[in-house]
């Protein structure tokens, strides 16, 4: 590996030095992959890696209409506008025009299948060459996609290197920031402090940090329908992506009608979760997920915490009496929490940059002045409950489009 990385400066010189792609390559090359596509074969093969089948088939169904030209167009267009690497006259003698970054580095996070793989498509579709640091557990599936994308189009293969790196090998992961004028951070604080303090100073830091997700439910919202959704957008994703929630505030100060509250919403979760396959959880999570159960217990009996837990432990409704922001042990294990809407602001607003979707479900005489009240919060996205994690192509990313962070925008006279 370290051969390999001390070679890399003089091939990305050349790679630089090439023709450049067009989006319409990338997009010609990933509509072909769309359509080659065979939904049964891939979600076989993503089972085989220990997901449930159901789940591997939403996801492939998901990669074939993401994949395919009418969503790719419309992300570009969105996202860049029509023919962005084309110059523009602004003034009389001045052009403007998007170039791309040179060189993106993606260290990619495993907590979606494929991820790192549509990350590496945003790369290539801003004009990018693109390096990509795998993350742990991707069991190749972006590898492959990847591979089968250069099948597409061979004109591709230099603009994208793949890295199998630990992420203890922080000399490999900097050999890799040095080489690069933008680096795209999928992961924890943690993740991205550790990156920042290995780049070189001048390289683009683009964080797609680690956020958190809530549903949030008034006495004239509240319907077994936006139940039956929370619940739903819990158990379909585990709450392993970003969008889920990890907790669902209800909108009262009487700790006798949250506790009613989660009591319904716990009948709900009973029922949606038996229709969804469960994931194996591993070692490290499942003593994390024993950890906050039992701590609950145990403030239980003093009274500041209830506990509904399924009898095979499949899922828990874990009460606090105190509302704040609550990071939830994940595995359908969802905190429900009291709120006044005066409060919204000072519960929420501390933790501005960490917080992504809400699942709202109130009156439409509420929907204004609470939606108001989130974006104030620092909240990106609210949707309806059971649609959480549910997107559209070229749709903001943590309040951003991805395009324009991988791109630069040039002027010059002539």
């Known amino acids: ?24 390559m990338v997009i010609g090359a990933a509509d072909k992959l769309s359509r080659s ?9 993503l089972a085989a890696t220990g ?20 969503s790719l167009l419309k992300k570009l267009e969105r996202e860049l506008g029509n023919d962005p690497f ?12 998007y170039q791309p970054l040179g060189v993106l580095t993606h260290i990619a996070a495993g907590n979606a299948a494929g991820l790192p793989a549509m990350s590496v498509l945003e790369g290539l579709l801003a004009g990018n060459i693109n390096l990509l640091k795998l993350p742990g557990g991707d069991e190749g599936i972006s590898t492959l996609l990847l591979f089968m994308l250069v099948e597409a189009e061979p004109r591709l293969a230099p603009y994208i290197y793949v890295f199998d790196l630990p992420s203890h090998d922080v000399e490999s992961i900097k050999a890799l920031s040095n080489v690069s004028d933008g680096v795209a951070v999928w992961g924890s604080d943690a993740a991205v402090s550790g990156i920042r303090a290995i780049t070189p100073p001048g390289t683009a830091i683009i964080e797609w940090g680690h956020k958190l997700s809530f549903g949030y439910v008034t006495k004239s919202g509240e319907s077994e329908e936006a139940l039956h959704g929370l619940a739903t957008d ?70 500041e ?22 990071p939830s042990p994940l595995f359908r294990n969802v905190w429900i929490m009291p709120i006044k809407r005066e409060n919204i ?22 929907y204004e002045e609470i939606a108001c009240l989130f974006f104030k919060s620092g909240v990106n996205r609210i949707t309806l409950c059971g649609e959480m994690s549910r997107g559209y192509m070229g749709e903001p990313h943590d309040g951003a489009y991805a395009l324009r962070r991988y791109v630069r925008r040039v002027s010059f006279r002539r």
């Open 86 to 97: 084309t110059p523009v006259e602004v003034e009389k003698g001045v052009w403007e025009q």
């Open 234 to 303: 819990i158990c379909s994703t585990e709450q392993l992506l970003c969008s889920s929630p990890q907790c669902v505030y209800y909108e009262t100060d009487d700790r006798y009608a949250l506790l009613d509250f989660a009591q319904r919403f716990a009948k709900i979760m009973a029922q949606v979760s038996s229709r969804y396959p469960h994931a194996r959880i591993d070692i490290h999570s499942q003593s994390e997920i024993t950890a906050a159960v039992e701590l609950a217990r145990m403030e239980e009996v003093l009274g």
């Open 345 to 366: 602001l000072d519960i929420l607003r501390p933790n501005i940059g960490h917080l992504q979707t809400a699942g709202l479900a109130c009156g439409d005489e509420e």
């Open 37 to 45: 596509m065979r939904k049964e074969e891939l979600a076989a093969a």
């Open 51 to 70: 997901m449930e089948y159901e789940t591997a088939a939403g996801l492939v169904e998901q990669a074939i209409t993401e994949l395919g030209r009418p």
């Open 1 to 24: 590996m370290k051969e390999a990385l001390s070679m890399l400066p003089a091939m990305l010189q050349a790679d630089l030095e090439a023709r450049e792609i067009t989006p319409e």
């Open 305 to 326: 915490k209830a506990v509904i837990r399924d009898s095979e432990y499949n899922w828990s409704v874990l009460v606090d009496y105190e509302s704040g922001v609550k």
